[in-house]
């Protein structure tokens, strides 16, 4: 059921923001992986994901944002994170995403590091 997910994207000084609304389970999980690849394919490498808006996260989501931070760095992009809540903090310690990302507490803050 896709009905408590939702991506918004927009662009802003050559970073694009995904904004991740509600449950990034294993249904909806492909769909972040499908839009970061289709602006990589468009040469758009530097991306923040702004997860204030969400409430889960799997273990396929995390796989994935792991894979696709490699290969946005192979190709001179990275992935900035911005807006976890403590819970999903929480979950990026215990599995080590927090020494893969650089996270930052808000947008402005992490468009200043590209």
Same mark, same amino acid.
């Given at each position: 059921?896709? =009905?408590?997910?939702? !991506?918004?994207?927009?662009?802003?000084?050559?970073?694009?923001?995904?904004?991740?609304?509600?449950?990034?389970?294993?249904?909806?999980?492909?769909? #972040?992986?499908?839009? !970061?690849?289709?602006?990589?394919?468009?040469?758009?490498?530097?991306?923040?994901? +702004?997860?204030?808006? !969400?409430?889960?996260?799997?273990?396929?989501?995390?796989?994935?944002?792991?894979?696709?931070?490699?290969?946005?760095?192979?190709?001179?992009? +990275?992935?900035?994170?911005?807006? #976890?809540?403590?819970?999903? =903090?929480?979950?990026?310690?215990?599995?080590? #995403?927090?020494?893969?990302?650089?996270?930052?507490?808000?947008?402005?803050?992490? !468009?200043?590091?590209?």
């Amino acid at each position: 059921m896709l =009905a408590n997910f939702e !991506l918004k994207t927009e662009e802003k000084n050559g970073v694009v923001i995904v904004r991740v609304i509600g449950e990034l389970d294993a249904l909806v999980a492909p769909k #972040l992986k499908d839009k !970061l690849i289709e602006f990589s394919k468009a040469g758009k490498n530097n991306f923040i994901i +702004d997860f204030e808006g !969400l409430v889960h996260i799997n273990s396929l989501a995390m796989g994935i944002l792991r894979g696709r931070v490699r290969e946005v760095r192979d190709a001179g992009g +990275d992935i900035k994170i911005i807006n #976890l809540n403590s819970h999903i =903090a929480t979950i990026f310690e215990m599995v080590g #995403l927090n020494e893969i990302f650089e996270i930052y507490k808000s947008e402005d803050e992490a !468009l200043k590091k590209f």
